[in-house]
Nanobody, 121 residues
Framework: QVQLVESGGGLVQPGGSLRLSCAAP????????MGWYRQAPGKERELVAA???????NYADSVKGRFTISRDNAKNTAYLQMTGLKPEDTAVYYC???????????????WGQGTQVTVSS
C-alpha cells in the first residue's frame, strides 16, 4: 500500500504563509503528475495546483499569484507554498499523485490523508 505523507498544515492569520509537503515512498519506480486539492465544509473537492514530472504547472484561478507548487523529483516530494492566505482558503488539503510502482506498469492514482489549513484572525 502506497502512502503519501503530508505535512505543514495549521492555523494562520489572513495574509500569512504556509508550506505544505507531500512525500511519496522512495521505493517506487516513478511519480508522474502530483497535485494538491482542497475541500472546504459543504463544498466539493477542487484542484488547487498540479505539476507534471517535467515541471509544467497548473493553478486554480483563485490561487494564481499566491500559491506556488514545486517538486523535488529526487525525493519524490511535492510542495505547495501558500502566501497571502485568505479565510476562503480554509479547507482540508489533499495531496494526489500518479505513481508507477514497478517499471512497465500503468500509473495509479493515490491520495494523502489530508491536512487542515485554517486561515483566521
Amino acid at each position: 500500500q502506497v502512502q503519501l505523507v503530508e505535512s505543514g498544515g495549521g492555523l494562520v492569520q489572513p495574509g500569512g504563509s504556509l508550506r505544505l509537503s507531500c512525500a511519496a515512498p522512495e521505493s517506487i519506480w516513478s511519480v508522474n503528475a502530483m497535485g494538491w486539492y482542497r475541500q472546504a465544509p459543504g463544498k466539493e473537492r477542487e484542484l488547487v495546483a498540479a505539476t507534471t514530472s517535467d515541471g509544467s504547472t497548473n493553478y486554480a484561478d483563485s490561487v494564481k499569484g499566491r500559491f506556488t507548487i514545486s517538486r523535488d523529483n529526487a525525493k519524490n516530494t511535492a510542495y505547495l507554498q501558500m502566501t497571502g492566505l485568505k479565510p476562503e482558503d480554509t479547507a482540508v488539503y489533499y495531496c494526489n499523485a500518479y505513481i508507477v510502482l514497478v517499471r512497465g506498469t500503468m500509473p495509479r492514482d493515490y491520495w494523502g490523508q489530508g491536512t487542515q489549513v485554517t486561515v483566521s484572525s
